[in-house]
Nanobody, 116 residues
Framework: QVQLVESGGGLVQAGGSLRLSCAASGRIFAFKSMGWYRQAPGKTRELVAV???????TYADSVKGRFSISRDSAKNTLYLQMNSLKPEDTAVYYC??????????WGQGTLVTVSS
């Protein structure tokens, strides 16, 4: 059973940067997509960025040009580089893995707080 563990969240001032990491505990031989989602207080979970097995990336309009998703297959780790952070980026960020046959796996989340 693959488990995902996020890290890298914290408190940052507006305009600052953070890099989130998502480490997968087991080997991932095949997947459909890996991505980052976030959930702000009182709101539903939303897509932030996703990368497919073919390398195609998709970003939410609100983060385009500021966030960058990448994957290190050798380390079984997914990253989210977040620049020019805004207070509205404050949320719990979740890592997601979607695999054929096995379905989706979620991490426990890491809190990002951006102060104005």
């Amino acid at each position: 059973q693959v488990q995902l563990v996020e890290s890298g969240g914290g408190l940052v001032q507006a305009g600052g940067s953070l890099r989130l990491s998502c480490a997968a505990s087991g080997r991932i031989f095949a997947f459909k997509s890996m991505g980052w989602y976030r959930q702000a207080p009182g709101k539903t979970r939303e897509l932030v960025a996703v990368v497919t097995s073919g390398g195609t990336t998709t970003y939410a309009d609100s983060v385009k040009g500021r966030f960058s998703i990448s994957r290190d297959s050798a380390k079984n780790t997914l990253y989210l580089q977040m620049n020019s952070l805004k207070p509205e980026d404050t949320a719990v960020y979740y890592c997601n893995l979607d695999r054929p046959f096995y379905g989706e796996v979620w991490g426990q989340g890491t809190l990002v707080t951006v102060s104005s």
